[in-house]
């Protein structure tokens, strides 16, 4: 099995840390769907990463269904409860997360066009759902231990993604000061050997 992925896509953190949890061996292919002579879309048809091969020559994608399918191949570290109430509410915390993530992603992109071309409205409205995303997972974490409650899951590993995200292309994005709880989250993530061996190289 291998995972073709760059090492800064916070989805593919994702799935790195889903692996590094359930203890599955799996090769990594560093891959920037960005280079010109890229093979990502050999893999994947949109020509994003991750993608997770299989034995068998079978492609996954995205990262949420490389994550479920990690989860079912293995009952080590669950990370998606089973009961379907709690498992939707783990799914909702990740699109909420990977939904930060998507807008992050969307700046960056429109930054790297001449600065003519960049649209301030689109980039404002980007913004805007990184504020209210980061608003909604404060709200939703309150004082509980982890996201989804008392134990360590998906949502955890989804949310621990977005926010080094935002430290990694968005440093001026202070979500320390307006959130104490999800600082003590990432705190208690970062001590976690599957978030501390997945850091992302600093550009
Ligand atoms: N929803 C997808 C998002 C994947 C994604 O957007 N990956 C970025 C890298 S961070 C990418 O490959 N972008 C290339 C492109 O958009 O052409 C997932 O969860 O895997």
């Known amino acids: 099995m291998k995972l073709i992925a760059s090492y800064t896509s916070p989805y593919a953190r994702k799935v790195r840390i889903a692996l590094a949890e359930k203890k599955i061996e799996c090769d990594f292919v560093e891959e920037s ?62 699109a ?3 939904g930060v993530c998507d807008a992050a992603v969307a700046i960056v992109l429109e930054g ?17 759902k990184i504020d209210l995303g980061l608003k909604e997972l404060g709200n939703e974490l309150g004082e509980r231990a982890w996201c989804n409650g008392e134990a360590y899951s998906l949502a955890d590993i989804a949310t621990g993604c977005a926010l080094a995200y935002l430290d990694l292309r968005h440093a ?9 709880n999800l600082v003590k989250l990432a705190e208690k993530l970062a001590k976690r050997s599957s978030f501390a061996e ?3 190289p600093t550009p």
């Open 33 to 94: 769907p960005w280079a010109a002579q890229t093979t990502v879309p050999n893999y994947n048809p949109l020509g994003k990463v991750p993608v997770l091969v299989l034995d068998d020559g079978t492609t996954l994608f995205d990262s949420r269904v490389i994550v479920e399918y990690l989860d079912t191949v293995s009952p080590v570290s669950r990370l998606i409860p089973e009961p379907n109430r709690q498992r939707i509410v783990v799914k909702r915390w990740e």
């Open 96 to 98: 909420l997360a990977d």
């Open 112 to 128: 790297k066009r001449p600065a003519r071309q960049q649209d301030k409205d689109w980039l404002d409205r980007q913004r805007g």
């Open 172 to 180: 001026a994005i202070d979500w320390r000061a307006a959130y104490p």
């Open 198 to 200: 997945t850091i992302p």
